[in-house]
T-cell receptor
Framework: SQTIHQWPATLVQPVGSPLSLECTVE??????LYWYRQAAGRGLQLLFY??????ISSEVPQNLSASRPQDRQFILSSKKLLLSDSGFYLC????????????FGPGTRLTVL | RKEVEQDPGPFNVPEGATVAFNCTYS??????FFWYRQDCRKEPKLLMS???SGNEDGRFTAQLNRASQYISLLIRDSKLSDSATYLC????????????FGKGTKLTVNP
């Protein structure tokens, strides 16, 4: 069966510090991968998605970036965090191609102080 | 107009009650729909997929009305464990990159 991992589970970072969140998927090949952010009291916002290694599409202009160095690894980064980057970051995967059901990882709760 | 709209609630119902949530979507090209449940401070988990007029899974029934562009979720015989936020999701034709999530409806089932 497929599993998706995210770490760390929680993170507290000062404004201006860098960020690196990691997501890995097991039990599937060539998945589509996604990064979402869920701010307090708001819906899920798609940040990035990837259909393959090195292929990243950005949905929202911001100070975040994403990379996919391996088939089942997706990384979310920032060089300098802003207060507004606080939120619940969720990685998700779906079967490659036109499959539309997405499955979420456990998430990383980021607080920027 | 928001792409997927849900009544945020909260809905407070007694155990054993039947409760229904509605969700409207603005993109008529949306092809498939989902209901996810999200527990407090946890990730969303898929509850049901809706591809045609509806779907039923035990106590849960989802119905789709394409003409009126709304999806409903009916929960019968509510359990305490049903307490969660229910997210309505629309997927446009052609792929999953653009899933659109509603902000969710919060349900609390009381003993």
């Amino acid at each position: 069966s497929q599993t998706i991992h995210q770490w760390p589970a929680t993170l507290v970072q000062p404004v201006g510090s860098p960020l690196s969140l990691e997501c890995t998927v097991e039990g599937t090949s060539n998945p589509n991968l996604y990064w979402y952010r869920q701010a307090a009291g708001r819906g899920l916002q798609l940040l990035f998605y990837s259909v393959g290694i090195g292929q990243i599409s950005s949905e929202v202009p911001q100070n975040l970036s994403a990379s996919r160095p391996q088939d089942r690894q997706f990384i979310l980064s920032s060089k300098k965090l802003l207060l507004s980057d606080s939120g619940f970051y969720l990685c998700a995967w779906s079967v490659g191609g036109n499959a539309d059901t997405q499955y979420f990882g456990p998430g990383t709760r980021l607080t920027v102080l | 107009r928001k792409e997927v709209e849900q009544d945020p609630g909260p809905f407070n119902v007694p155990e054993g009650a039947t409760v229904a949530f509605n969700c409207t979507y603005s993109n008529s090209a949306s092809q498939s729909f989902f209901w996810y449940r999200q527990d407090c401070r946890k990730e969303p988990k898929l509850l049901m997929s809706v591809y045609s007029s509806g779907n039923e899974d035990g106590r849960f029934t989802a119905q789709l009305n394409r003409a009126s562009q709304y999806i409903s979720l009916l929960i019968r015989d509510s359990k305490l464990s049903d307490s969660a936020t229910y997210l309505c999701v629309a997927a446009p034709q052609g792929g999953s990159e653009k899933l659109v999530f509603g902000k969710g409806t919060k349900l609390t089932v009381n003993p």
